[in-house]
């Protein structure tokens, strides 16, 4: 059986950690392009000569070329801007919306069977952009943003109640910005809801809240930390989580930036929801019952999402 092909879209921070994942796990031969010349292919051979040190074996390269993607079983998309310090997701919105159309039109045109994740910021505006330029069916266009939050969620809340990650389990839904919803209502350790972690006496509400909060502004701490970027190990590995549960068929339940369509009375726009991936992309969007204070916050974060769209329909009339 032939190998599996990933292409990376954005051969940055993000799009090489990709690579050096996609490889060490060996999910496949893998294309790394860029628009920038000689950085997806210097990163390429840089990453071909792990394979002998590590012991993987995938096939690696570089490329300025979207012939070079064609068929694609996963497409990972980084490609555009990262926010620096002082800036919100939000200001990235122009640039990385005229990087969507290009990437979405490359994707239409050379891999239109592909699985796509986006990962470029804002998020779930950029999702909805990119699904749009694609014209791919909707349930083969993720987001990738409420793994990594719900990834930072689940480190605080283990160096809270000192427990092993393993046991953590968390879910934030919502747009990825400072109107995202961590749901503690189904956060957990090993089954135990955090509320009843609470009333056990094990944590307070505030240090809970504390934690709640620091999450939602969890990209901006590190972006404030490095200065030149933002993160780029943890959305690289939540991007892998993602890919292969496709890949394999793994019916994972994740949240991500699915479109919703009647779910959550929300109509047709994407948005952070616990999705299963499988082969077939996503398979299913699972609507839990939240309690009153998390469904109002959804709501906040919903509408922040349809802000940002209006804003995308304004700039790029075609999409409107
Ligand atoms: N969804 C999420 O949870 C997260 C999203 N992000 C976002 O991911 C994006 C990428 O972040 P990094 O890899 O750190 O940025 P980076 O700046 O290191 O890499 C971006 C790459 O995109 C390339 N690029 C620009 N225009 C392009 C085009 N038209 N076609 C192909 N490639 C193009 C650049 O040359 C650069 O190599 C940013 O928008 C960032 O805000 C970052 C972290 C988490
Ligand atoms: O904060 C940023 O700009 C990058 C990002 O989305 C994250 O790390 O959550």
């Excluded at 986006?118 to 999702?127: F, H, R, S």
């Amino acid at each position: 059986m032939a190998r599996k092909k990933i292409a990376l879209i954005g051969a940055g921070n993000i799009g090489g950690t990709l690579a050096h994942l996609a490889a060490q796990k060996e999910l496949g031969d893998i294309v790394l392009f860029d628009v920038v010349e000689g950085v997806p292919q210097g990163k390429a051979l840089d990453l071909s000569q792990c394979g002998p040190v590590e012991g993987f074996d995938a096939k690696i390269t570089g490329t300025n070329d979207y012939a070079d993607i064609a068929g694609a079983d996963v497409i990972i998309v980084t490609a555009g801007v990262a926010r620096k310090p002082g800036m919100s997701r939000d200001d990235l919105l122009g640039i990385n919306l005229k990087v969507m159309k290009a990437v979405g039109e490359g994707i239409r045109d050379n891999a239109p069977d592909a699985f796509v994740i986006c990962i470029t910021n804002p998020l779930d505006a950029m999702v909805w952009a990119l699904r749009e330029f694609s014209g791919l069916p909707h349930n083969k266009v993720v987001g990738m943003a409420g793994v990594l939050d719900s990834a930072r969620f689940s480190t605080f809340l283990a160096w809270e109640f000192g427990v092993s990650i393993r046991d953590v389990n968390t879910f934030v839904l919502g747009g990825h910005g400072d109107t995202m919803v961590p749901v503690t209502q189904y956060s957990t350790v090993n089954g135990i809801p955090v509320p009843d972690l609470v009333k056990m006496g094990l944590s307070t509400q505030e240090k809970i809240d504390a934690i709640v909060q620091r999450t939602r502004s969890g990209g901006g701490e590190i972006v404030g930390l490095l200065k030149t970027g933002s993160a780029f190990y943890a959305p690289a590995a939540s991007g892998i989580a993602m890919a292969e549960a496709y890949l394999n068929d793994q019916k994972r339940i994740l949240p991500c930036a699915a479109y919703v369509d009647g779910q959550y009375g929300v109509d047709g726009l994407y948005v952070g929801v616990p999705v299963m991936i499988g082969a077939n992309g996503v398979e299913q969007v699972i609507e839990i019952e939240l309690d009153a204070e998390a469904k109002s916050n959804l709501q906040v974060s919903v509408d922040a999402v349809k802000e940002l769209l209006e804003a995308c329909k304004g700039i790029d009339s075609s999409l409107a």
